[in-house]
């Protein structure tokens, strides 16, 4: 069934200049990019963005790192968008991360591991709305 999941393509990919190569693997996967558009976070959105983190230990220092510079959110489709893109994404810690995916082809470290990418169509909704109307989304 095609299905909507929400991505983040994050600051330690856009300063390397990532943001064509990670669209490549996206797009190379069969996911369509149907809403896309490169903003600064400011520190209320990527508190509001991450709150279901907020009581782990990482939570500062990863809303300092997501407004350390541009981030690419984006809306992609697909048959099973959601599970299919965590696929191409690979392990949150890119030490993990298989051969060919996002984190393991770009990712630096845990925190700045390129991508976000929604873990379950519940989030995915919720993610998406948090960014974008639907006038921005175009399938
Ligand atoms: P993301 O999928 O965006 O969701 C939460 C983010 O927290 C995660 O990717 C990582 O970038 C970041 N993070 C930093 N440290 C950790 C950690 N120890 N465990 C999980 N996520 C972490």
Same mark, same amino acid.
């Given at each position: %069934? =095609?299905?909507? %999941? $929400? ?11 990532? %943001? ?6 996206? @797009?190379?996967?069969? +996911? ?6 490169? =903003? ?6 990527? !508190?509001?963005? #991450? ?6 230990? &990482?939570?500062?220092? +990863?809303?300092? &790192? ?6 690419? =959110?984006?809306? +992609? @489709?697909? *048959?099973?968008?959601?599970?299919? #893109?965590? *696929? ?16 393991? /082809? $770009?990712? @630096?470290?845990? !925190? ?6 929604? *873990? ?6 919720? /993610?998406?709305? &948090? $960014? &974008?109307? *639907?006038? /921005?989304? =175009?399938?």
């Amino acid at each position: %069934t =095609v299905e909507r %999941t $929400f991505s983040i393509i994050k600051p330690d990919a856009t300063k390397r200049n990532l %943001t064509g190569a990670i669209n490549a693997v996206i @797009e190379k996967s069969g +996911l369509r990019i149907i809403g896309q558009k490169r =903003v600064q976070l400011s520190e209320g959105q990527a !508190e509001g963005f #991450y709150a279901i983190h907020k009581e782990r230990p &990482f939570f500062r220092d +990863l809303v300092t &790192f997501m407004i350390s510079g541009p981030v690419v =959110v984006q809306v +992609l @489709e697909g *048959d099973n968008a959601v599970a299919k #893109y965590r *696929d191409v994404m690979g392990a949150t810690n890119p030490a993990n991360a298989a051969p060919g995916t996002i984190r393991k /082809e $770009f990712a @630096e470290s845990i !925190e700045a591991n390129s991508v976000h990418g929604s *873990d379950s169509q519940e989030n995915a909704a919720r /993610e998406i709305e &948090f $960014f &974008f109307t *639907d006038q /921005e989304i =175009v399938g």
